[in-house]
């Protein structure tokens, strides 16, 4: 696979809460990587304090947090105040995956988590490129 | 910690096993020499690794499934059913997730309200917070022998009761316990642990009770077999040194005939050399295999083909036993009717091909996987060998961080994460990034060969989008995913 340059840029990845599921974020850290991204990985089983800390201790520009357990809200609550509160007032925030437990149409998933403060906010199954090409647009890259 | 692949002394066992029997008041009961009588009371037919050997002698296929519930009563009846209606050969006994994490006091408090509701509360059977008495209770119960199996950190104190509670044979391992289902432990760690319950069992090997020790490597995510067969041997190796004498080759099964068949040959082939080549002249090594990890279909009559199709592969490669996932295990804990009913229909593939006396290790496809798949382990185990100065566990600590040992998709956060698999034009795992593997030249080329004709078959480059469509073409009951 052929290494795209870009900026140097740095993400937090990792999936909140208590669920294992991890194929999601392993894959979009693969591909995140492979954009030459520099990609600092959380895994599984993080609290919104751990992402917000990994951006404090290593700069970071932006990050990406997986869910699949239905109970991201509860979760991410109140992450763009307390990023604010540790002087990180420009980072960028994603989320995707399986954001919600029940059905529901899909704009009104995404505007709960735009009101919370993400910046963008992805449908379960997106692939990686769509991503990369939003990092590079909202981050100025190339 | 300095952890390396040489065989306990004695009393630096015994002093650790002072600290394991205190996990849990259960420990206190266990006496290692009134458990090696209990054993050797017990007939023949009820010990794993015996009946493992008879099944080897008589070029025969057993059934292994995977069984666990709650309560004494239940885990009884569901073990009972299973001999009653499963035809199955052996039993097990799956841990619990807050017994593979050592959380007993969790599970003793699930249990409880288990009893008081009357319906299961843990996804398997708690044997530290049941104790001796009530796993042997569920064993003297059944006549089939019973192993006790789950990945896990630590399973120290569950091999001591387990073991002591009459199980002869466990299944789990220190690398897919890495990998698949640890975040932040470090992988010596793990080891150590597992280098007590391999000396447990090497304990009671000295003194004639024979106990099976089943690899298992790591789970399966489209990956070339060389991936699960690298970390497989070295858990034997490990193992081997402790004294356990009794192993069985697990072979994790995705699909592709040719590749699946050359999988569990060349494990047995090269598991058996390494063993030879580093000094293990007296261990017995059994095959078997098993259906991929991973989604799977939830509606029945799909996952009643997909367990035929894996069992008719298996017995191809004249396994010694044969696992299988349940009708009903993508919804929900399978339930003993499911399980039964689950088994029931692999048995008659088992009794359709068995008789047959047809020969696939001449077979073109099979030989040119077996061919590539021996050169990549190779590549990578006696890179690892060397990297440790010819110790094991050094070297696969060192060839962790370098990448030489490397798992797509895996929950630990110690490993590279470079590799990744896709599948070919006939639904083979081919490294889609091959990392930081050491492979010459003829690999990667193979690889590259594979996965061009794929291209040309679906009109396009592969990219992520076909790794995660084939990572879910099984869950729809196809080997490919449906354009």
Redesign the interface.
């Known amino acids: 696979m052929s290494n795209i340059n870009s900026a140097k840029a740095t993400l937090i990845t990792g999936v909140i809460g208590e669920d294992v599921h991890v194929t999601g974020i392993r894959i979009l850290e693969h591909a995140l990587k492979n954009s030459g991204f520099n990609v600092h990985s959380l895994g599984i089983h993080n609290t919104q304090e751990d992402f917000i800390k990994a951006a404090v201790d290593t700069g970071a520009d932006a990050i990406l947090i997986s869910s699949l357990c239905g109970h991201a809200r509860l979760l991410v609550d109140d992450i763009r105040q307390k990023c604010t509160q540790k002087g990180l007032e420009n980072i960028l925030l994603y989320i995707g995956g399986q954001l919600v437990i029940h059905a529901e149409e899909w704009k009104k998933t995404e505007r709960t988590f735009k009101k919370i403060g993400f910046n963008r906010v992805y449908q379960p199954f997106i692939l990686p490129e769509p991503v990369i090409a939003d990092l590079k647009g909202d981050l100025k890259i190339e | 910690m300095d952890v390396v692949n040489k065989k306990w002394t004695e009393d630096y066992f015994f002093a650790e096993r002072k600290k394991v029997l205190d996990m849990w008041p259960t420990g206190k009961d266990v006496d290692l020499d009134e458990a090696v009588e209990y054993h050797k009371n017990e007939p023949h037919s009820k010990n794993c690794a015996l009946k493992s050997l008879q099944s080897k002698e008589k070029e025969i296929t057993y059934l292994w499934p995977s069984l666990g519930t709650d309560t004494i009563a239940s885990h009884k009846e569901l073990l009972l059913h299973m001999q009653k209606k499963g035809e199955v050969d052996f039993l097990a006994s799956y841990l619990d997730s807050l017994t593979r994490n050592c959380r007993f006091k969790e599970a003793e408090q699930e249990l409880r309200k288990a009893k008081k509701k009357g319906k299961a509360m843990l996804n398997g059977f708690p044997i530290v917070v049941h104790g001796i008495k009530g796993c042997r209770e569920v064993i003297d119960a059944v006549d089939l022998p019973v192993l006790f199996l789950g990945p896990s950190p630590d399973v120290r104190l569950a091999h001591e009761i387990g073991i002591a509670g009459g199980h002869t044979g466990y299944s789990g391992g220190p690398l897919i316990s890495f990998w698949n289902y640890t975040?932040d432990i470090p992988v010596e760690k793990i080891i150590h642990n597992y280098q007590y319950s391999h000396r447990l069992m090497g304990y009671y090997e000295e003194r004639g009770v024979p106990l099976l020790y089943c690899v298992s490597g790591a789970m399966p995510?489209i990956s070339p077999p060389s991936l699960m067969i690298v970390p497989e041997i070295i858990e034997v190796l490990i193992a081997a040194e402790q004294g356990v004498k009794h192993i069985r080759l697990n072979a994790w099964l995705q699909g592709n005939i040719a590749q699946d068949i050359a999988y569990i040959l060349t494990f047995k082939k090269l598991a058996d050399e390494y063993l030879e080549r580093l000094g293990y002249q007296d261990v017995h090594t059994t095959t078997y295999s098993t259906n991929p990890t991973g989604r799977y279909p939830t509606d029945h009559e799909q996952v009643y083909a997909l367990n035929s199709y894996f069992t008719m592969i298996g017995r191809l490669a004249a396994v010694q036993g044969i696992g299988s996932r349940t009708i009903d295990e993508a919804s929900h804990i399978p339930t003993k009717e499911g399980s039964a009913k689950s088994f029931r229909s692999i048995k008659v593939i088992i009794d359709m091909v068995q008789p047959q006396n047809i020969s696939v290790r001449d077979n073109y496809s099979v030989k040119a996987e077996i061919h590539i798949l021996e050169k990549e382990v190779k590549s990578i185990l006696d890179k690892v060998i060397e990297m440790g100065d010819g110790d094991i566990i050094t070297g696969t600590q060192i060839a962790i961080d370098a990448g030489v040992l490397d798992q797509?998709?895996?929950?630990?956060?110690h490993v590279k994460?470079?590799v990744?698999g896709v599948k070919d034009s006939e639904g083979a795992a081919r490294f889609f990034?091959l990392g930081n593997l050491p492979f010459a030249r003829e690999i990667f080329d193979f690889h590259k060969y594979k996965i061009a004709n794929r291209e040309k078959q679906i009109g396009k480059k592969v990219d992520?989008?076909t790794?995660?469509k084939d990572?879910t073409a099984l869950s729809h009951g196809a080997i490919l995913p449906f354009e």
Do not use: H, N, R
Not at chain 2, 408 to 413: C, D, K, L, S
């Open positions: 975040k995510s797509p998709y895996a929950t630990t956060q994460g470079k990744m990034d992520y989008e790794v995660i990572l």
